[in-house]
Protein backbone atom coordinates (compact mmCIF):
# COMPACT_ATOMS: atom_id res chain seq x y z
CA UNK A 1 0.00 0.00 0.00
CA UNK A 2 1.52 3.50 -1.14
CA UNK A 3 1.49 6.67 0.83
CA UNK A 4 0.44 10.07 -0.82
CA UNK A 5 2.24 12.88 0.53
CA UNK A 6 -0.11 15.97 0.59
CA UNK A 7 2.07 19.64 1.08
CA UNK A 8 0.71 22.72 1.09
CA UNK A 9 -0.97 23.54 -2.45
CA UNK A 10 1.50 25.49 -5.09
CA UNK A 11 1.01 29.19 -5.40
CA UNK A 12 1.97 31.30 -8.68
CA UNK A 13 4.13 33.92 -7.70
CA UNK A 14 3.35 37.26 -9.91
CA UNK A 15 5.97 40.27 -10.80
CA UNK A 16 3.87 43.44 -11.48
CA UNK A 17 5.28 46.88 -11.60
CA UNK A 18 2.87 48.73 -9.04
CA UNK A 19 -0.58 48.26 -7.24
CA UNK A 20 -2.94 49.62 -6.01
CA UNK A 21 -4.79 48.78 -2.62
CA UNK A 22 -7.75 50.32 -0.53
CA UNK A 23 -9.25 49.14 2.65
CA UNK A 24 -12.67 50.86 3.63
CA UNK A 25 -15.27 50.20 6.14
CA UNK A 26 -16.55 51.76 9.45
CA UNK A 27 -14.52 54.85 10.52
CA UNK A 28 -14.25 51.98 13.63
CA UNK A 29 -12.97 49.49 11.76
CA UNK A 30 -9.70 50.71 11.59
CA UNK A 31 -8.81 51.66 8.31
CA UNK A 32 -6.57 54.35 8.79
CA UNK A 33 -4.56 51.89 10.45
CA UNK A 34 -4.81 49.17 8.25
CA UNK A 35 -3.70 51.37 5.18
CA UNK A 36 -0.96 53.25 7.16
CA UNK A 37 0.36 50.09 8.90
CA UNK A 38 0.27 48.08 5.10
CA UNK A 39 2.02 52.12 3.73
CA UNK A 40 4.83 51.93 6.59
CA UNK A 41 5.69 48.08 5.61
CA UNK A 42 5.56 48.94 1.88
CA UNK A 43 8.01 52.42 2.24
CA UNK A 44 10.34 49.65 4.15
CA UNK A 45 10.79 47.73 1.52
CA UNK A 46 11.52 50.52 -0.45
CA UNK A 47 8.48 50.69 -3.25
CA UNK A 48 7.96 54.26 -4.49
CA UNK A 49 3.76 54.87 -3.24
CA UNK A 50 1.53 57.95 -2.43
CA UNK A 51 -1.33 57.51 -0.51
CA UNK A 52 -5.01 58.63 -0.28
CA UNK A 53 -6.73 58.36 3.27
CA UNK A 54 -10.40 59.48 2.98
CA UNK A 55 -12.33 60.03 6.27
CA UNK A 56 -16.42 60.22 6.67
CA UNK A 57 -17.26 63.92 7.43
CA UNK A 58 -19.42 62.50 10.19
CA UNK A 59 -17.81 62.52 13.31
CA UNK A 60 -19.87 58.91 14.79
CA UNK A 61 -22.25 58.21 11.95
CA UNK A 62 -24.69 55.22 12.20
CA UNK A 63 -22.65 51.96 12.37
CA UNK A 64 -22.70 50.43 8.29
CA UNK A 65 -24.18 53.56 6.77
CA UNK A 66 -22.96 55.18 3.70
CA UNK A 67 -21.90 58.96 5.84
CA UNK A 68 -19.37 56.55 8.06
CA UNK A 69 -17.30 54.64 5.15
CA UNK A 70 -13.96 55.35 5.77
CA UNK A 71 -11.01 54.23 3.63
CA UNK A 72 -7.27 54.32 2.93
CA UNK A 73 -5.74 53.68 -0.70
CA UNK A 74 -1.92 53.36 -1.60
CA UNK A 75 -0.23 53.22 -5.02
CA UNK A 76 3.49 50.87 -4.26
CA UNK A 77 5.91 50.40 -7.23
CA UNK A 78 9.10 50.01 -8.65
CA UNK A 79 9.36 52.89 -10.34
CA UNK A 80 8.03 56.70 -9.67
CA UNK A 81 5.21 57.19 -8.24
CA UNK A 82 2.83 60.30 -8.68
CA UNK A 83 -0.56 59.49 -7.80
CA UNK A 84 -2.02 57.11 -5.14
CA UNK A 85 -3.83 55.44 -8.31
CA UNK A 86 -6.99 56.18 -10.46
CA UNK A 87 -8.23 52.70 -10.23
CA UNK A 88 -7.78 49.92 -7.49
CA UNK A 89 -6.39 46.55 -8.21
CA UNK A 90 -7.51 44.93 -4.48
CA UNK A 91 -10.84 46.77 -2.52
CA UNK A 92 -11.25 44.90 0.96
CA UNK A 93 -14.23 45.98 2.08
CA UNK A 94 -15.91 45.69 5.59
CA UNK A 95 -19.09 45.95 5.37
CA UNK A 96 -22.34 46.45 2.37
CA UNK A 97 -21.81 50.30 3.21
CA UNK A 98 -18.02 50.59 1.92
CA UNK A 99 -18.66 48.12 -1.05
CA UNK A 100 -21.44 50.41 -2.42
CA UNK A 101 -19.05 53.50 -2.22
CA UNK A 102 -15.95 51.85 -3.60
CA UNK A 103 -16.98 48.98 -5.93
CA UNK A 104 -16.65 51.70 -8.78
CA UNK A 105 -13.19 52.42 -8.40
CA UNK A 106 -12.43 48.48 -8.42
CA UNK A 107 -10.87 47.49 -12.05
CA UNK A 108 -12.17 44.60 -13.94
CA UNK A 109 -11.11 40.87 -12.90
CA UNK A 110 -9.39 43.32 -9.61
CA UNK A 111 -9.46 41.23 -6.31
CA UNK A 112 -12.31 42.00 -4.03
CA UNK A 113 -12.40 40.97 -0.56
CA UNK A 114 -15.38 41.09 1.65
CA UNK A 115 -16.07 40.68 5.25
CA UNK A 116 -18.69 38.05 4.54
CA UNK A 117 -19.96 38.12 7.92
CA UNK A 118 -21.31 42.10 7.77
CA UNK A 119 -23.80 40.94 4.48
CA UNK A 120 -26.73 39.94 6.52
CA UNK A 121 -30.60 41.62 5.91
CA UNK A 122 -29.49 44.50 8.26
CA UNK A 123 -26.22 45.31 7.05
CA UNK A 124 -27.79 45.74 3.61
CA UNK A 125 -31.01 48.09 5.04
CA UNK A 126 -27.95 50.03 6.20
CA UNK A 127 -26.28 50.62 2.89
CA UNK A 128 -29.47 51.19 1.66
CA UNK A 129 -29.44 47.90 -0.92
CA UNK A 130 -32.21 46.32 -2.16
CA UNK A 131 -30.49 43.06 -2.73
CA UNK A 132 -27.58 41.36 -2.17
CA UNK A 133 -24.57 41.26 -4.05
CA UNK A 134 -23.54 38.39 -3.09
CA UNK A 135 -25.91 36.76 -4.55
CA UNK A 136 -27.23 39.03 -7.66
CA UNK A 137 -24.35 38.39 -9.71
CA UNK A 138 -23.35 41.44 -9.75
CA UNK A 139 -19.80 41.31 -8.75
CA UNK A 140 -19.59 38.49 -11.46
CA UNK A 141 -16.66 40.62 -13.13
CA UNK A 142 -14.56 40.47 -10.02
CA UNK A 143 -12.13 38.06 -8.21
CA UNK A 144 -14.29 37.86 -5.59
CA UNK A 145 -13.23 35.91 -1.82
CA UNK A 146 -15.89 36.32 0.86
CA UNK A 147 -14.28 36.20 3.89
CA UNK A 148 -15.67 35.53 7.43
CA UNK A 149 -13.07 38.01 9.09
CA UNK A 150 -15.10 38.48 12.18
CA UNK A 151 -15.71 34.49 12.73
CA UNK A 152 -11.99 33.76 11.83
CA UNK A 153 -10.79 36.46 14.16
CA UNK A 154 -13.03 34.89 17.24
CA UNK A 155 -11.64 31.59 16.47
CA UNK A 156 -8.37 32.59 16.70
CA UNK A 157 -8.38 35.06 19.69
CA UNK A 158 -11.05 32.54 21.55
CA UNK A 159 -8.53 31.50 24.32
CA UNK A 160 -7.69 34.89 25.20
CA UNK A 161 -10.35 36.29 27.37
CA UNK A 162 -11.02 39.30 25.58
CA UNK A 163 -14.98 40.09 25.23
CA UNK A 164 -16.35 39.92 21.65
CA UNK A 165 -16.44 43.77 21.31
CA UNK A 166 -12.26 43.71 21.55
CA UNK A 167 -12.01 40.95 19.58
CA UNK A 168 -14.19 42.10 16.67
CA UNK A 169 -12.07 45.48 16.71
CA UNK A 170 -8.82 42.99 15.70
CA UNK A 171 -10.48 41.68 12.48
CA UNK A 172 -8.65 44.56 10.50
CA UNK A 173 -5.44 43.08 11.56
CA UNK A 174 -6.75 39.69 10.13
CA UNK A 175 -7.66 41.60 6.70
CA UNK A 176 -3.95 42.89 6.56
CA UNK A 177 -2.50 39.90 7.82
CA UNK A 178 -4.47 38.52 4.24
CA UNK A 179 -2.52 41.52 2.30
CA UNK A 180 0.97 41.23 3.59
CA UNK A 181 0.23 37.08 2.46
CA UNK A 182 -1.28 38.39 -1.12
CA UNK A 183 1.61 40.72 -2.09
CA UNK A 184 4.23 39.05 -0.18
CA UNK A 185 5.48 41.90 2.22
CA UNK A 186 6.79 41.08 6.07
CA UNK A 187 4.82 41.16 9.63
CA UNK A 188 7.95 42.32 11.34
CA UNK A 189 7.04 45.83 10.67
CA UNK A 190 3.42 45.75 12.18
CA UNK A 191 4.26 43.40 15.16
CA UNK A 192 6.85 46.66 16.47
CA UNK A 193 3.96 48.64 15.94
CA UNK A 194 1.62 46.52 18.09
CA UNK A 195 3.90 46.24 20.50
CA UNK A 196 4.87 49.63 21.35
CA UNK A 197 0.95 50.93 20.52
CA UNK A 198 -0.69 49.04 23.26
CA UNK A 199 2.39 47.75 25.39
CA UNK A 200 0.74 49.12 28.49
CA UNK A 201 -2.30 46.31 27.68
CA UNK A 202 -0.89 43.22 27.21
CA UNK A 203 -3.71 41.10 26.12
CA UNK A 204 -4.33 43.40 23.26
CA UNK A 205 -0.68 43.23 21.94
CA UNK A 206 -1.30 39.52 21.91
CA UNK A 207 -4.78 39.52 20.29
CA UNK A 208 -3.67 41.90 17.23
CA UNK A 209 -0.59 39.93 16.75
CA UNK A 210 -2.99 36.64 16.40
CA UNK A 211 -5.15 38.17 13.99
CA UNK A 212 -2.72 39.71 11.61
CA UNK A 213 -0.78 36.22 11.92
CA UNK A 214 -3.85 34.47 11.54
CA UNK A 215 -4.96 36.41 8.51
CA UNK A 216 -1.26 35.10 6.62
CA UNK A 217 -1.70 32.04 7.59
CA UNK A 218 -5.31 31.60 6.38
CA UNK A 219 -4.25 32.74 2.85
CA UNK A 220 -1.37 29.70 3.25
CA UNK A 221 -4.05 27.29 4.40
CA UNK A 222 -7.04 27.91 2.07
CA UNK A 223 -6.81 27.18 -1.68
CA UNK A 224 -8.66 30.46 -2.77
CA UNK A 225 -5.76 32.51 -3.50
CA UNK A 226 -3.84 30.81 -6.15
CA UNK A 227 -1.45 33.81 -7.36
CA UNK A 228 0.54 36.89 -4.53
CA UNK A 229 2.00 39.30 -5.88
CA UNK A 230 5.59 40.93 -6.05
CA UNK A 231 6.17 44.52 -6.55
CA UNK A 232 10.16 44.97 -6.44
CA UNK A 233 11.73 47.77 -4.74
CA UNK A 234 11.90 51.06 -6.55
CA UNK A 235 15.54 52.65 -7.81
CA UNK A 236 15.23 55.50 -5.21
CA UNK A 237 18.52 57.72 -5.15
CA UNK A 238 20.77 56.99 -2.06
CA UNK A 239 19.76 58.00 1.44
CA UNK A 240 17.85 57.88 4.19
CA UNK A 241 14.02 58.36 3.85
CA UNK A 242 11.08 58.22 6.04
CA UNK A 243 7.38 58.34 5.28
CA UNK A 244 5.65 61.58 5.83
CA UNK A 245 2.44 63.19 5.18
CA UNK A 246 2.21 67.02 4.15
CA UNK A 247 0.69 67.90 7.62
CA UNK A 248 3.91 65.98 9.51
CA UNK A 249 6.57 68.25 6.85
CA UNK A 250 4.95 71.14 7.25
CA UNK A 251 5.69 70.44 11.46
CA UNK A 252 9.24 69.52 10.64
CA UNK A 253 9.84 72.49 8.61
CA UNK A 254 8.81 74.81 10.96
CA UNK A 255 11.05 73.70 13.18
CA UNK A 256 13.55 73.16 11.13
CA UNK A 257 13.22 77.21 10.04
CA UNK A 258 13.24 78.14 13.77
CA UNK A 259 16.30 76.14 14.65
CA UNK A 260 18.14 77.99 11.43
CA UNK A 261 16.69 81.25 12.30
CA UNK A 262 17.67 80.99 16.02
CA UNK A 263 14.22 81.93 17.49
CA UNK A 264 11.47 80.05 18.78
CA UNK A 265 8.21 78.88 17.29
CA UNK A 266 5.39 79.89 18.62
CA UNK A 267 2.06 78.22 17.26
CA UNK A 268 -1.38 79.86 17.85
CA UNK A 269 -3.88 77.47 16.70
CA UNK A 270 -7.58 76.89 17.00
CA UNK A 271 -8.39 73.16 15.82
CA UNK A 272 -10.22 72.56 12.63
CA UNK A 273 -10.14 69.80 10.01
CA UNK A 274 -7.50 68.92 8.41
CA UNK A 275 -5.03 71.48 10.06
CA UNK A 276 -5.51 70.26 13.29
CA UNK A 277 -2.29 67.63 13.06
CA UNK A 278 -0.15 69.97 12.59
CA UNK A 279 -1.15 71.33 16.33
CA UNK A 280 -0.76 68.02 17.54
CA UNK A 281 2.57 67.10 15.59
CA UNK A 282 4.24 70.66 16.55
CA UNK A 283 3.12 70.12 20.57
CA UNK A 284 5.54 66.62 20.84
CA UNK A 285 8.54 69.21 20.21
CA UNK A 286 9.15 71.25 22.97
CA UNK A 287 12.53 69.88 23.47
CA UNK A 288 13.44 71.92 20.47
CA UNK A 289 11.90 75.21 22.28
CA UNK A 290 8.32 75.32 20.00
CA UNK A 291 5.45 76.87 22.47
CA UNK A 292 2.17 75.75 21.30
CA UNK A 293 -1.29 77.23 22.06
CA UNK A 294 -4.53 76.42 21.38
CA UNK A 295 -6.66 79.27 21.79
CA UNK A 296 -10.20 79.60 22.34
CA UNK A 297 -11.35 80.91 18.89
CA UNK A 298 -9.55 81.23 15.76
CA UNK A 299 -9.28 85.11 16.25
CA UNK A 300 -7.34 84.63 19.24
CA UNK A 301 -5.43 82.41 17.83
CA UNK A 302 -3.62 84.49 15.04
CA UNK A 303 -3.33 87.70 16.62
CA UNK A 304 -1.68 85.30 20.01
CA UNK A 305 0.99 84.30 17.08
CA UNK A 306 1.17 88.06 16.16
CA UNK A 307 2.08 89.06 19.30
CA UNK A 308 4.73 86.08 19.43
CA UNK A 309 5.93 87.98 16.21
CA UNK A 310 6.27 91.21 18.45
CA UNK A 311 8.29 89.22 20.99
CA UNK A 312 10.80 88.24 18.59
CA UNK A 313 9.25 84.95 18.23
CA UNK A 314 8.43 83.26 14.84
CA UNK A 315 4.76 83.55 14.86
CA UNK A 316 2.51 80.61 13.13
CA UNK A 317 -0.90 80.15 12.97
CA UNK A 318 -2.64 76.97 10.93
CA UNK A 319 -6.07 76.67 10.10
CA UNK A 320 -8.53 75.78 6.94
CA UNK A 321 -10.58 78.08 4.53
CA UNK A 322 -13.45 78.93 7.57
CA UNK A 323 -11.08 79.76 9.94
CA UNK A 324 -9.37 81.71 7.30
CA UNK A 325 -12.51 84.10 7.07
CA UNK A 326 -12.33 84.72 10.77
CA UNK A 327 -8.80 85.49 10.80
CA UNK A 328 -9.28 88.41 8.00
CA UNK A 329 -9.10 91.21 10.13
CA UNK A 330 -6.06 90.05 11.98
CA UNK A 331 -4.36 89.43 9.12
CA UNK A 332 -4.89 92.78 7.74
CA UNK A 333 -3.28 93.80 11.51
CA UNK A 334 -0.20 92.03 10.60
CA UNK A 335 -0.19 93.66 6.83
CA UNK A 336 -0.29 97.12 8.43
CA UNK A 337 2.00 96.12 11.61
CA UNK A 338 4.43 94.75 9.32
CA UNK A 339 5.80 91.43 11.50
CA UNK A 340 7.06 88.21 10.29
CA UNK A 341 3.70 85.73 10.27
CA UNK A 342 2.84 82.43 8.79
CA UNK A 343 -0.74 81.29 8.14
CA UNK A 344 -1.48 77.88 7.01
CA UNK A 345 -4.63 77.33 4.81
CA UNK A 346 -5.35 73.32 4.54
CA UNK A 347 -8.00 73.58 2.17
CA UNK A 348 -11.12 71.80 1.92
CA UNK A 349 -14.49 71.64 0.58
CA UNK A 350 -16.53 74.51 1.42
CA UNK A 351 -18.67 76.90 1.52
CA UNK A 352 -19.19 76.93 5.28
CA UNK A 353 -18.97 73.49 7.09
CA UNK A 354 -19.42 72.22 3.35
CA UNK A 355 -17.09 68.92 3.03
CA UNK A 356 -14.68 69.23 6.09
CA UNK A 357 -12.81 66.16 5.33
CA UNK A 358 -12.62 66.23 1.50
CA UNK A 359 -10.36 68.34 -0.56
CA UNK A 360 -9.78 71.34 -2.56
CA UNK A 361 -8.09 74.14 -3.60
CA UNK A 362 -10.74 77.27 -3.60
CA UNK A 363 -8.97 79.34 -1.37
CA UNK A 364 -7.03 81.52 -3.72
CA UNK A 365 -8.85 84.37 -4.32
CA UNK A 366 -9.26 84.61 -0.13
CA UNK A 367 -5.95 84.26 0.18
CA UNK A 368 -5.09 86.76 -2.78
CA UNK A 369 -8.12 89.48 -1.86
CA UNK A 370 -10.09 88.18 1.14
CA UNK A 371 -8.99 91.26 3.49
CA UNK A 372 -10.88 94.83 3.94
CA UNK A 373 -8.83 97.37 1.84
CA UNK A 374 -5.41 97.19 -0.04
CA UNK A 375 -3.60 94.26 2.53
CA UNK A 376 -1.42 92.75 -0.01
CA UNK A 377 0.29 88.98 1.06
CA UNK A 378 2.89 86.64 -0.29
CA UNK A 379 1.23 83.40 -1.31
CA UNK A 380 3.00 79.92 -0.94
CA UNK A 381 1.88 76.65 -1.94
CA UNK A 382 3.40 73.07 -2.11
CA UNK A 383 3.55 70.47 -4.50
CA UNK A 384 3.60 67.04 -2.70
CA UNK A 385 3.81 65.84 1.03
CA UNK A 386 7.50 66.21 0.99
CA UNK A 387 7.75 69.34 -0.47
CA UNK A 388 5.54 70.80 2.39
CA UNK A 389 8.90 70.50 4.49
CA UNK A 390 10.56 72.90 2.38
CA UNK A 391 7.91 75.68 1.90
CA UNK A 392 7.75 76.15 5.62
CA UNK A 393 11.31 76.98 5.44
CA UNK A 394 10.72 79.45 2.12
CA UNK A 395 7.42 81.03 3.84
CA UNK A 396 9.54 81.18 7.30
CA UNK A 397 12.33 83.11 5.13
CA UNK A 398 10.44 85.63 3.43
CA UNK A 399 8.30 86.37 6.14
CA UNK A 400 11.31 88.05 7.98
CA UNK A 401 13.46 88.92 5.49
CA UNK A 402 10.85 91.38 4.44
CA UNK A 403 8.99 91.55 7.45
CA UNK A 404 5.59 90.15 6.22
CA UNK A 405 2.50 87.76 6.94
CA UNK A 406 3.13 85.03 4.52
CA UNK A 407 0.15 82.56 3.43
CA UNK A 408 0.84 79.16 2.88
CA UNK A 409 -2.13 77.30 0.82
CA UNK A 410 -2.13 73.66 1.22
CA UNK A 411 -4.92 71.12 1.01
CA UNK A 412 -6.93 67.90 2.24
CA UNK A 413 -4.99 65.30 0.21
CA UNK A 414 -1.37 67.02 0.46
CA UNK A 415 -2.11 66.80 4.28
CA UNK A 416 -3.35 63.24 4.94
CA UNK A 417 -1.64 62.00 1.83
CA UNK A 418 2.12 60.57 2.09
CA UNK A 419 5.03 59.89 -0.14
CA UNK A 420 8.65 58.27 0.79
CA UNK A 421 10.77 61.21 1.84
CA UNK A 422 14.32 61.72 1.71
CA UNK A 423 15.75 62.74 4.95
CA UNK A 424 17.81 66.03 3.80
CA UNK A 425 21.49 67.03 5.26
CA UNK A 426 21.33 70.19 7.50
CA UNK A 427 23.51 71.47 4.49
CA UNK A 428 21.03 71.75 2.60
CA UNK A 429 18.65 73.86 4.47
CA UNK A 430 18.19 77.46 3.56
CA UNK A 431 20.12 80.41 5.66
CA UNK A 432 17.66 82.36 7.55
CA UNK A 433 19.44 85.14 8.51
CA UNK A 434 17.36 87.49 11.71
CA UNK A 435 18.86 90.98 12.47
CA UNK A 436 16.75 92.40 15.59
CA UNK A 437 17.42 96.41 15.19
CA UNK A 438 19.54 97.31 18.29
CA UNK A 439 20.90 100.52 18.11
CA UNK A 440 18.91 103.42 19.88
CA UNK A 441 20.40 106.53 17.94
CA UNK A 442 18.04 108.15 15.46
CA UNK A 443 15.84 104.85 15.86
CA UNK A 444 12.45 104.63 13.64
CA UNK A 445 10.82 102.04 13.78
CA UNK A 446 9.54 102.38 9.59
CA UNK A 447 12.50 103.36 8.22
CA UNK A 448 12.62 100.86 5.56
CA UNK A 449 15.64 98.67 4.18
CA UNK A 450 16.60 100.14 0.55
CA UNK A 451 16.46 96.84 -0.90
CA UNK A 452 13.48 94.77 0.61
CA UNK A 453 11.72 97.59 2.00
CA UNK A 454 11.03 95.84 5.06
CA UNK A 455 11.03 98.07 8.34
CA UNK A 456 13.25 96.93 11.30
CA UNK A 457 12.67 94.05 14.09
CA UNK A 458 12.32 96.11 17.12
CA UNK A 459 11.73 94.23 20.48
CA UNK A 460 9.45 95.31 23.11
CA UNK A 461 11.68 96.18 25.98
CA UNK A 462 14.84 97.21 24.09
CA UNK A 463 15.97 100.23 25.82
CA UNK A 464 15.30 103.29 23.59
CA UNK A 465 13.50 101.64 20.69
CA UNK A 466 10.08 102.61 22.29
CA UNK A 467 7.24 102.57 19.17
CA UNK A 468 3.42 102.47 18.80
CA UNK A 469 1.64 99.18 17.26
CA UNK A 470 -1.43 98.75 16.71
CA UNK A 471 -3.95 98.90 13.35
CA UNK A 472 -3.99 102.71 12.82
CA UNK A 473 -2.69 103.95 9.59
CA UNK A 474 0.77 104.53 10.47
CA UNK A 475 3.25 107.92 9.38
CA UNK A 476 6.24 106.78 7.02
CA UNK A 477 9.52 106.33 8.63
CA UNK A 478 8.58 107.77 12.76
CA UNK A 479 5.81 104.89 12.61
CA UNK A 480 3.02 107.91 14.64
CA UNK A 481 -0.75 107.78 14.29
CA UNK A 482 -1.39 110.04 11.02
CA UNK A 483 -4.20 110.14 9.10
CA UNK A 484 -3.26 112.55 6.49
CA UNK A 485 -4.51 111.54 2.90
CA UNK A 486 -1.21 111.59 0.87
CA UNK A 487 0.37 109.82 3.52
CA UNK A 488 -1.99 107.09 3.72
CA UNK A 489 -1.68 106.62 -0.08
CA UNK A 490 2.26 106.12 0.25
CA UNK A 491 1.96 103.92 3.08
CA UNK A 492 -0.31 101.22 0.65
CA UNK A 493 1.73 101.57 -1.84
CA UNK A 494 4.81 101.08 0.01
CA UNK A 495 3.42 98.08 1.29
CA UNK A 496 2.52 96.65 -1.96
CA UNK A 497 5.73 96.92 -3.37
CA UNK A 498 8.01 95.69 -0.61
CA UNK A 499 5.27 92.47 -1.12
CA UNK A 500 5.93 92.48 -4.83
CA UNK A 501 9.77 93.08 -5.02
CA UNK A 502 9.21 89.63 -2.95
CA UNK A 503 9.79 88.75 -6.91
CA UNK A 504 13.16 89.06 -6.63
CA UNK A 505 13.47 85.84 -4.40
CA UNK A 506 11.42 84.03 -6.72
CA UNK A 507 13.08 81.70 -9.27
CA UNK A 508 12.21 81.79 -12.86
CA UNK A 509 9.87 79.05 -14.26
CA UNK A 510 11.65 76.29 -15.85
CA UNK A 511 8.70 73.93 -17.55
CA UNK A 512 9.09 70.35 -17.52
CA UNK A 513 8.80 68.57 -20.63
CA UNK A 514 8.75 70.64 -23.26
CA UNK A 515 9.77 74.12 -22.92
CA UNK A 516 7.73 74.87 -26.17
CA UNK A 517 4.65 73.14 -27.78
CA UNK A 518 1.29 72.41 -28.60
CA UNK A 519 0.62 72.58 -24.80
CA UNK A 520 1.32 73.97 -21.76
CA UNK A 521 -0.58 73.33 -18.45
CA UNK A 522 -0.32 75.68 -15.41
CA UNK A 523 -1.30 74.46 -12.06
CA UNK A 524 -0.68 74.39 -8.37
CA UNK A 525 -0.67 72.59 -5.28
CA UNK A 526 -1.60 68.70 -5.45
CA UNK A 527 -2.44 68.69 -8.85
CA UNK A 528 1.48 68.28 -9.37
CA UNK A 529 0.92 64.35 -9.40
CA UNK A 530 -1.39 63.69 -11.53
CA UNK A 531 -0.49 66.22 -14.32
CA UNK A 532 2.91 64.95 -14.00
CA UNK A 533 1.99 61.41 -14.47
CA UNK A 534 -0.20 62.75 -17.51
CA UNK A 535 2.39 64.78 -19.12
CA UNK A 536 4.89 62.10 -19.36
CA UNK A 537 2.44 59.76 -20.40
CA UNK A 538 1.36 62.03 -22.82
CA UNK A 539 4.95 62.82 -24.56
CA UNK A 540 5.21 59.66 -24.71
CA UNK A 541 2.46 59.46 -27.38
CA UNK A 542 4.46 62.25 -29.19
CA UNK A 543 2.89 65.09 -28.12
CA UNK A 544 5.07 68.14 -27.43
CA UNK A 545 3.84 69.60 -23.66
CA UNK A 546 5.51 71.51 -20.72
CA UNK A 547 4.05 71.35 -17.61
CA UNK A 548 4.72 74.61 -14.79
CA UNK A 549 4.11 74.03 -11.31
CA UNK A 550 3.53 77.01 -9.49
CA UNK A 551 4.79 77.16 -6.03
CA UNK A 552 4.87 80.77 -5.71
CA UNK A 553 1.63 82.33 -6.59
CA UNK A 554 2.26 85.87 -5.39
CA UNK A 555 4.09 87.23 -6.53
CA UNK A 556 4.29 85.24 -9.83
CA UNK A 557 7.76 84.48 -11.49
CA UNK A 558 8.65 87.32 -13.47
CA UNK A 559 9.35 84.82 -16.38
CA UNK A 560 5.91 83.27 -16.32
CA UNK A 561 4.35 85.88 -19.05
CA UNK A 562 7.18 85.20 -21.38
CA UNK A 563 6.90 81.03 -20.62
CA UNK A 564 3.05 81.74 -21.58
CA UNK A 565 3.95 82.79 -25.05
CA UNK A 566 5.67 79.65 -26.18
CA UNK A 567 3.00 77.73 -26.24
CA UNK A 568 -0.11 77.49 -28.25
CA UNK A 569 -2.41 76.09 -25.83
CA UNK A 570 -2.56 76.32 -22.22
CA UNK A 571 -4.69 74.60 -19.88
CA UNK A 572 -5.21 75.45 -15.96
CA UNK A 573 -6.56 72.42 -13.90
CA UNK A 574 -7.47 73.80 -10.71
CA UNK A 575 -9.74 71.70 -7.89
CA UNK A 576 -11.90 75.10 -7.86
CA UNK A 577 -13.95 76.57 -10.93
CA UNK A 578 -11.06 78.56 -11.97
CA UNK A 579 -9.22 80.75 -9.44
CA UNK A 580 -5.57 81.06 -11.13
CA UNK A 581 -7.15 80.83 -14.73
CA UNK A 582 -8.92 84.15 -13.79
CA UNK A 583 -5.44 85.90 -11.78
CA UNK A 584 -3.62 84.57 -15.27
CA UNK A 585 -6.40 86.06 -17.65
CA UNK A 586 -6.05 88.99 -16.11
CA UNK A 587 -2.38 89.64 -15.81
CA UNK A 588 -1.28 88.21 -18.41
CA UNK A 589 -4.53 88.62 -20.93
CA UNK A 590 -3.61 84.92 -22.07
CA UNK A 591 -6.23 83.11 -23.88
CA UNK A 592 -5.78 80.30 -20.98
CA UNK A 593 -8.49 77.02 -20.83
CA UNK A 594 -9.82 76.20 -17.42
CA UNK A 595 -10.26 72.48 -16.17
CA UNK A 596 -12.00 71.87 -13.51
CA UNK A 597 -13.02 69.35 -10.73
CA UNK A 598 -15.08 69.70 -7.72
CA UNK A 599 -16.03 66.79 -6.08
CA UNK A 600 -13.86 66.62 -2.95
CA UNK A 601 -11.21 64.15 -4.82
CA UNK A 602 -8.00 65.19 -6.79
CA UNK A 603 -7.49 64.62 -10.47
CA UNK A 604 -7.00 61.56 -11.39
CA UNK A 605 -4.06 60.92 -14.06
CA UNK A 606 -7.05 59.89 -16.66
CA UNK A 607 -9.17 62.77 -16.39
CA UNK A 608 -5.94 65.13 -17.44
CA UNK A 609 -5.07 62.66 -19.82
CA UNK A 610 -8.79 63.07 -21.65
CA UNK A 611 -8.55 67.05 -21.33
CA UNK A 612 -4.96 66.89 -22.81
CA UNK A 613 -6.15 64.94 -25.82
CA UNK A 614 -9.88 67.09 -26.33
CA UNK A 615 -7.43 69.92 -26.13
CA UNK A 616 -5.13 68.86 -28.79
CA UNK A 617 -7.40 67.69 -31.15
Not at 130 to 145: A, I, M, Q
Not at 372 to 386: D, H, K, Q, R, V
Not at 402 to 415: E, F, K, N, R, T
Request: charged residues 20%.
Amino acid sequence: MSTILVGPPQRKRETLEQAVIRFCGDSGDGMQITGSQFTNTTALYGNDLATLPDFPAEIRAPAGTLPGVSGFQVQFSSSDVYTPGDTVDALIAMNPAALKMNLPDLKPNGILILNLDDFGETDLRKAQMTSNPLEDHSLDGYRLFPTELTKLTRAALKDLGLDNKSVDRCKNFFALGMCYWLYNRSLDTSMRWIEEKFRSKPALVMANRLAMQAGYSYCEATEAFQITYEIPPAKLSPGVYRNISGNSALAMGFVAASQKAGLPLFLGSYPITPASDILHELSGYKNFGVITFQAEDEIAAITSAIGAAYAGAIGLTTTSGPGMALKTEAMGLAVAVELPLVICDIQRGGPSTGLPTKTEQADLLQAMFGRNSEAPIPILAPATPGDCFWIALEATRIAIKYMVPVIVLSDGYLANGAEPWKIPDLSQLPEIPVKFEKNPENFRPYRRNPETLARPWAIPGTPGLEHRIGGLEKQDVTGNVNYEPLNHERMVRLRAEKVAGIVQDVPDVLPAGDSSGDLLIVAWGSTYGPVTAAVNAQREEGHRIGHVHLRHLNPLPKNLGQILGRYDRVLVPEMNMGQLLMILRAKYLVDAIGYNKIQGKPFKQSEIERKIEEMLE
